[in-house]
């Protein structure tokens, strides 16, 4: 059973920075596409980023591209988002998930086998 484990959630005012980093015990990682998804209180859970299994590919939502970047290490088996210019809609859990398919860029979360507990991010006006 893959096991995923979010930090670096926090509060945040509006305009700053926050780094997201979800560690991962599979030690096949490079195998999976991985992805971040957040859920905001009332609404629906929501794609935001995607990344293939080499990292060589990414994709966003059109709410945060522009600024949001993601990225992985392969070696320490870590996928990461880097999230700037945060806004208070970006308010939200956030999860980070591993798909079984490396190398497609897929937004649903059905598409999705392993997820983490999610790390909460606040941002203040």
């Known amino acids: 059973q893959v096991q995923l484990v979010e930090s670096g959630g926090g509060l945040v005012q509006a305009g700053g920075s926050l780094r997201l980093s979800c560690a991962a015990s599979?030690?096949?990682?490079?195998?999976?596409?991985a992805a971040w998804f957040r859920q905001a209180p009332g609404k629906e859970r929501e794609f935001v980023a995607v990344?293939?299994?080499?990292?060589?590919?990414?994709s966003y939502a059109d709410s945060v591209k522009g600024r949001f970047i993601i990225s992985r290490d392969n070696a320490n088996h870590t996928v990461d988002l880097q999230m700037n210019s945060l806004k208070p809609e970006d308010t939200a859990v956030y999860l980070c998930?591993?798909?079984?398919?490396?190398?497609?860029?897929?937004?649903?979360?059905?598409?999705?086998?392993?997820w983490g507990q999610g790390t909460q991010v606040t941002v203040s006006s």
């Open positions: 599979e030690r096949m990682f490079s195998y999976y596409g």
């Open positions: 990344i293939t299994g080499s990292g060589s590919t990414t």
């Open positions: 998930a591993l798909t079984i398919h490396p190398y497609s860029l897929l937004r649903r979360q059905e598409d999705y086998d392993y």
